[in-house]
């Protein structure tokens, strides 16, 4: 896990997730609670709580000395065997899962990196993107709702906005010429029920779709399939075109 | 193979095996179903739906099968009620295999429905239809490897030229189930690991079981609830939302998506594409048929030739032929001589063939009026159906339905309103939220005019200069409009989205056509006649007990200050309250005896055209929607078409 002992970037101070320690911990250390945090996360998704299986599936020889500080810092506590988040512990651990699993996205998506590369540069990204640039990474993909793994990458406050300033590699459905083809990369929408009709018909990540009609309805095909949509609904559907 | 189990061998023996016919919709799945059957079956309804669903038998060597035809399905955790149908009867059905039809070059969509098929661990036959079109496509197809992978026989057949589809009753025979199984994400294997141990057994796997009810499918609840007590239904609905709230996304979605990518994973081996895809005639005319300006021609022409049939063959000559020679100058003449002869009462002679008497008016009225009307409408509502020509129309009225806070989905109910109101009221089931639902539901009781009344409309237009028709079209037109868009901004709820699969466009097959729309004229007869004759009964007890008079003087001044129609019109209002189209009738009838002006005629069509529903249409509202709605929605009809009505009589005279 501390594979990034010599990594040289040397910022961690300035990152305001981790003002809570005064700047006082090595390195390491902060990271090794980093990974904690995100272990405890990730078991938590699978229904698992309790302390002996997070020992089970921790590489961390020290991870035993690493809680115990962690418990001090006021970032968990213990019900028994069972370890909930505090507030400030819940906090920091969804935005280190928020950057693992953008970051996995950006890099396996966008630069088509394999699998392990971008797990392992992710690895390394969690620690040190800054709120300003995950929330940017964020905005470019659009807000995606989950990792190339499928797992839920929690919200952050631009979601919420929504903001899609940055000029992007992907675009929506609709931005596409008459006949041109778009893989899709992802699908955001706030409405309930709409993404399921849509999944039904095949329309997830990684398909090609054609645009082929805007008038007077717009209309798609995938496959042998055509299928007429509203306009506001290929807003929602964003491509990379092909 | 496996042992035989006793269970099968009683159903051997005693009664025909069961097998289901499962498919993506428009993959032909009903000409397979016709080859297996031959001619006889039987079409009916769902229980408490519209969606028809055929039975038949079909003989193979020395065993004998009951085949069920189940609608199309594009996943089997319902989005429709199509879908909702079509699992219903894979849980309420014992011990039947299934033939899953899947189109060759749309692999991709079938396989997502075979998936599911073998979660199930049903016995299964795959046939792969369109192999034909599939290759000139460009897409070859390796059977070899799908029957490796999924270890089932796979038929491969041409359906329509009967190709392959010998094979497919001696593969009945023991068709096994899949060796094939693949896993989820971890959340989503935990999820189903913790749901297993609290499902009641069922006719498809409890892994299929516990991943309907991860994604949420609420309509699994009445299935449940008969087989569980409270305690554990509550303690299934916890775990699933608990496992919901891990995602953002639903979770019918993620395991839709993780199918999908299997599905993509083991398509590799099987499927080979060349990029020499050939521009066939039908989907060339398929893009033509939405287009702004060809789609807008077509649409036209489309329509022109329907009222060709229905209106001028249907509603003209053939209501002729049968109402003036066959009952006017056989049948009528006949029964009255008949009955005078052998029955001396009076009341019962006019009860029978009097002027409201059942033969006479009744019976004519449905068999001479209606029938040719209803059969000719239902023909060609079946064909558009069969041809895949429905879903254009949606796509080009989709603008229009926005301006009402709807989508052009709504086109299909509103276009099946114009054969029956009452069945269409029924199909608003395919729309999706309950504000579709009651808007479509409004506009359908107040303004769109049945088969029956629209001809009663035109047999009287006849007769009068074109520009009342004409308005008569705009003002009803408008008034659709604008109430839609009233009700669309009054009436709470998000609008919702359009998303609408475009069938390729096809040649139906005639058979399956005239099949359809027997049946359905067989239904509209076992609704009808009774109204008629019961509408008859009442309008016959209102006449000779004088109320009817009575009821005349009290409407008076609405009639004929406000509408400034004569008096003898209040009776048709009255019996609109049965029929939409006798309402219409009685108008015909003033305006045949020359009792009518032109601004009359004008005005007493738009406000019987948007009065209120007939009371087969009302019953419908009320089991649809409630008592309390329905109500209010014909109320607020009332008042519309009463308001209407008056003001086209102001307009007019302040006007001349």
Not at chain 1, 232 to 238: A, M
Not at chain 2, 276 to 294: D, I, K
Not at chain 2, 361 to 376: E, K, N, Q, R, S
Not at chain 2, 426 to 446: F, G, H, P, Q
Request: a neutral charge; proline letters at 6%; one cysteine or more.
């Amino acid at each position: 896990m501390n594979s990034n002992n010599e990594h040289p970037t040397k910022d961690y101070g300035d990152h305001p997730g981790h003002r809570w320690h005064g700047g006082r911990l090595a390195r390491t250390q902060e990271e090794s609670i980093d990974e904690l945090l995100e272990l405890i996360w990730t078991l938590r998704e699978k229904g698992v709580t309790d302390i002996h299986s997070l020992l089970q599936n921790t590489s961390d020889p020290e991870a035993r000395a690493v809680l115990n500080h962690m418990m001090r810092e006021g970032l968990f506590e213990m019900d028994g065997d069972i370890l909930r988040f505090k507030e400030k512990g819940e906090a920091l651990a969804e935005g280190i899962v928020r950057r693992h699993r953008l970051t996995e996205r950006l890099l396996m998506e966008l630069f088509e990196m394999s699998e392990e590369e971008a797990e392992k540069e992710a690895c390394k990204l969690e620690h040190i993107l800054s709120p300003a640039v995950t929330d940017s990474v964020c905005s470019f993909l659009g807000h995606p709702p989950v990792c190339p793994h499928g797992k839920p990458i929690p919200q952050g406050g631009c979601c919420k906005k929504l903001t899609r300033e940055m000029k992007p590699l992907i675009h929506p459905l609709n931005d596409l010429a008459l006949g041109q083809e778009g893989r899709v990369v992802f699908i955001s929408t706030r409405v309930k029920g709409r993404l399921e009709p849509l999944g039904s018909f095949g329309v997830i990540p990684g398909v090609v779709i054609q645009l082929k009609q805007r008038h007077p309805s717009f209309i798609i095909q995938i496959g042998e399939t055509s299928i007429a949509l509203d306009e506001s609904i290929g807003r929602e559907i964003f491509v990379k075109p092909v | 193979m496996k042992p035989i189990t006793p269970t099968q061998d009683t159903s051997k023996t005693s009664s025909p095996a069961k097998v289901i016919l499962v498919g993506n919709p428009n993959v032909g799945k009903s000409v397979i179903f016709n080859y297996l059957t031959g001619t006889y079956r039987i079409v009916s309804n769902y229980p408490g739906t519209t969606v028809e669903v055929s039975s038949g038998k079909a003989k193979g060597g020395d065993s004998s099968y009951t085949i069920l035809d189940t609608p199309g399905v594009n996943n089997l955790i319902p989005n429709s009620e199509d879908e909702k149908v079509t699992r219903d009867i894979l849980m309420s059905e014992n011990n039947y295999s299934v033939i899953h039809v899947l189109d060759a070059k749309n692999l991709r969509r079938g396989l997502l429905i075979a998936l599911q098929l073998i979660e199930m661990e049903l016995p299964l036959v795959l046939v792969l239809n369109m192999m034909d079109e599939a290759k000139s496509r460009g897409i070859a197809v390796n059977l070899k490897v799908i029957r490796e992978i999924f270890g089932l026989p796979v038929v491969s057949a041409v359906a329509t030229r009967k190709k392959g589809l010998e094979q497919l009753i001696p593969t009945l025979k023991d068709s096994p189930r899949s060796t094939f199984s693949f896993k989820y994400s971890e959340p989503i294997e935990a999820g189903i690991a913790c749901l297993i141990p609290l499902l009641p057994p069922a006719p498809i796997s409890k892994r299929s079981l516990a991943l309907m009810l991860l994604a949420g499918d609420e309509s699994l609840r009445a299935w449940l609830e008969e087989r569980l007590d409270s305690q554990e239904l509550a303690r299934i609905e916890t775990h699933c939302s608990q496992y919901q709230r891990n995602f953002q996304e639903p979770l019918s979605y993620r395991i839709n998506v993780e199918r999908l990518e299997k599905i993509d994973q083991l398509l590799i081996p099987i499927q080979t594409k060349q990029a020499n895809s050939v521009q066939g005639w039908g989907r060339r005319l398929g893009e033509w048929s939405t287009h702004r300006v060809w789609g807008f021609l077509g649409m036209l022409a489309v329509l022109f030739i329907s009222y060709e049939i229905i209106g001028v063959l249907g509603a003209g000559i053939s209501v002729d032929f049968l109402g003036k020679t066959v009952f006017g100058g056989y049948i009528n003449p006949f029964l009255t001589g008949m009955v005078k002869g052998i029955i001396p009462f009076p009341l019962i002679q006019d009860l029978l063939v009097g002027p409201y008497g059942i033969f006479t008016m009744a019976l004519t009225y449905a068999l001479a009026l209606i029938l040719p009307i209803v059969g000719f409408f239902f023909l060609i509502f079946g064909f558009l159906e069969d041809s895949g020509y429905l879903p254009r129309l949606a796509v080009m009225s989709n603008r229009v339905f926005k301006i009402m806070g709807l989508n052009g989905k709504a086109v299909l109910p509103m276009i099946l309103g114009l054969g029956c109101d009452t069945m269409a009221t029924m199909t608003t089931r395919i729309l999706e939220s309950r504000k579709d639902k009651i808007i479509v539901t409004l506009l359908l009781a107040l303004g769109i005019p049945c088969s029956a009344q629209l001809a009663v409309i035109f047999g009287m237009l006849a007769g009068f200069p074109a520009w009342i028709f004409i308005a008569w079209a705009l003002i009803i037109f408008g008034v659709i409009l604008l109430v839609g868009f009233l009700a669309g901004k009054l009436i709470p709820g998000e609008n919702t989205s359009f998303i609408l699969e475009l069938p390729p466009l096809r040649w139906p097959q005639m058979k399956n056509i005239l099949i359809k729309t027997l049946s359905r004229i067989e239904w509209y007869l076992q609704e009808a006649v009774p109204l008629f004759i019961l509408g008859t009964l009442i309008l016959f007890v209102l006449d000779k007990t004088g109320v009817m008079t009575s009821l005349g003087k009290w409407f008076r001044p609405l009639v004929v200050h406000w509408l400034g129609l004569p008096v003898e019109s209040t009776s048709s209002f009255i019996i609109g309250f049965l029929r939409r189209d006798y309402g219409a009738a009685g108008f015909f009838s003033l305006a045949q005896k020359g009792l009518l002006t032109h601004n009359q005629v004008l005005v007493a069509l738009v406000t019987i055209t948007l009065f209120v529903p007939c009371i087969a249409n009302f019953f419908v509202i009320i089991k649809e929607r409630g008592w309390k709605m329905a109500l209010v929605i014909v109320g607020v009809v009332v008042v519309i078409a009463l308001l209407v009505g008056g003001m086209v009589n102001w307009v007019l005279k302040v006007w001349a």
